[in-house]
């Protein structure tokens, strides 16, 4: 039998969300001016300098939340 030790993903080391717009390099907290739309369950952050969608991530991180 082995232990589990909490696996550190290095998603969680960062001290802040902050997302990067890779289009025009905008950079804004999750929370920030990030034009948030939901689609299908999912949620997309769309860029509001250039429109260009920033961070598809596929799966809701309930960590946010706290
Ligand atoms: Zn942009």
């Known amino acids: 039998m082995s232990t589990h030790h909490p ?4 998603t969680n080391s960062r001290p802040k969300a902050v997302l990067f ?8 907290p999750l929370t920030g001016d990030w034009i948030v739309r939901e ?5 997309t952050h769309t860029c509001p300098a250039c429109d260009a969608t ?3 991530r596929r ?8």
Not at 7 to 10: A, G, K, L, V
Not at 21 to 28: A, D, F, L, R, Y
Not at 59 to 66: D, G, S, V
Request: glycine letters at 10%.
């Open 21 to 28: 717009c890779p289009e025009c390099g905008h950079e804004s």
């Open 7 to 10: 696996s550190t993903d290095d």
């Open 39 to 43: 689609n299908a369950g999912r949620t």
């Open 54 to 56: 920033v961070g598809d």
């Open 59 to 66: 799966r809701p991180e309930p960590a946010l939340a706290y």
